[in-house]
Antibody
Framework: EVQVVESGGGLVKPGGSLRLSCTVSGLTFSDAWMTWVRQAPGKGLEWVGRIRNGGTTDYAAPVRDRFTISRDDSKNTVYLEINSLKTEDTGVYYC????????????WGQGTTVTVSS | QSALTQPPSASGSPGQSVTISCTGTSSDVGGYNYVSWYQQHPGKAPKVMIYEVTKRPSGVPDRFSGSKSGNTASLTVSGLQADDEADYYCSSYAGSNNLVFGGGTKLTVL
């Protein structure tokens, strides 16, 4: 069974940085394509970006300049680094394992909460 | 990339059927058969209920079904049960490795 576990969320001041982690078990991680999705409080789901096996990344246009997705296959972990944090970055950040290049059948983590406030 | 359009709310009585729509464009919903539907209960992570327009993951009841016509995809929940009350989101592949979600529909079981 594939399990996805996010960590690293917390309270951060505007302008700060944060690195979220997503650790996966139950599969050959080096083959995995991993996606980050976020959800602002009381709002809908928003695609943040994805990292393919091999490390190529794709980002949503609104976050491209401040978000960086990376991976460490030796640790079965994918990271989301967020710079120049804004209050509107507050929300739950989910990581999910994609079974398909074109998205679809997937396995989600439980999410990690980021709060940006002074 | 604009969000897909879903009705904010839908409702039905136990045992009834309800259909939730998801409207996009020819660049996303209409252009690919990669529409998914997610169920999200309060405080929980989303769970995929339908993928590739019509496919159901193992363990999802066959009361959940999906379809697509042109730029609009639909999720039908038949034989409504109390536990079906949740938020439902559609998503679609949008080309160039992008993914787009709908705004979400709150399903109420009366």
């Amino acid at each position: 069974e594939v399990q996805v576990v996010e960590s690293g969320g917390g309270l951060v001041k505007p302008g700060g940085s944060l690195r979220l982690s997503c650790t996966v078990s139950g599969l050959t991680f080096s083959d995995a394509w991993m996606t980050w999705v976020r959800q602002a409080p009381g709002k809908g789901l928003e695609w943040v970006g994805r990292i393919r096996n091999g490390g190529t990344t794709d980002y949503a246009a609104p976050v491209r300049d401040r978000f960086t997705i990376s991976r460490d296959d030796s640790k079965n972990t994918v990271y989301l680094e967020i710079n120049s944090l804004k209050t509107e970055d507050t929300g739950v950040y989910y990581c999910k394992w994609e079974t398909n290049v074109y998205y679809g059948l997937d396995v989600w983590g439980q999410g990690t909460t980021v709060t940006v406030s002074s | 990339q604009s969000a897909l359009t879903q009705p904010p709310s839908a409702s039905g009585s136990p045992g009834q059927s309800v259909t939730i729509s998801c409207t996009g464009t020819s660049s996303d919903v209409g252009g690919y058969n990669y529409v998914s539907w997610y169920q999200q209960h309060p405080g929980k992570a989303p769970k995929v209920m339908i993928y590739e327009v019509t496919k159901r993951p193992s363990g999802v009841p066959d009361r959940f079904s999906g379809s697509k016509s042109g730029n609009t995809a639909s999720l039908t929940v038949s034989g409504l049960q109390a536990d079906d009350e949740a938020d439902y989101y559609c998503s679609s592949y949008a080309g160039s490795n992008n993914l787009v979600f709908g705004g979400g529909t709150k399903l109420t079981v009366l």
